[in-house]
């Protein structure tokens, strides 16, 4: 038995059980985030200034963090577009052989039919 090619290297499609558990992970960290901030300003040991420049740099981590992803996140989609539409074209060409295949052999048999009606 032949193995599939997205088994043989381990990858698996993604299901809505994935994006749903994606989005409670982006959630769960803004929401941890912004808890952070508040639990940083009400015990922030330094003054008003360097809080503030904590806050930004830890902010902008937080961005491209969340772009990194986005962009590999992004990626990947393009990547399971890419396979798609390379799947999509295969059964195509598959099923036009398989139509190919069915309407030679209806002319096959027509002619034997035809060829068994000449001999009676």
């Known amino acids: ?3 599939a090619e997205d088994e043989a290297y381990g990858y698996r499609q993604p299901s809505a059980e994935d994006a749903n558990e994606f989005g409670a992970r982006v959630l769960w960290f803004a929401a941890g985030a912004a808890v952070g901030v508040a639990l940083g300003l009400l015990y922030a040991p330094a003054s008003g200034q360097q ?3 904590f806050i930004g740099a830890k902010a902008q981590e937080g961005r491209e963090a969340l772009t ?3 962009e590999h996140i992004l990626e990947r ?3 399971l577009y890419e396979r ?3 799947l999509y074209e295969r059964g195509r060409r ?3 052989e ?3 295949m069915f309407e030679r052999g209806r002319q096959i048999i027509e002619k034997a039919a035809e060829a068994v009606h000449l001999q009676s």
């Open 1 to 3: 038995m032949e193995m």
């Open 51 to 53: 809080t503030r420049k």
């Open 68 to 70: 990194t992803k986005g």
């Open 77 to 79: 989609g393009r990547d």
């Open 84 to 86: 798609g539409k390379d």
């Open 94 to 96: 598959i099923a036009d």
């Open 98 to 100: 398989a139509v190919e």
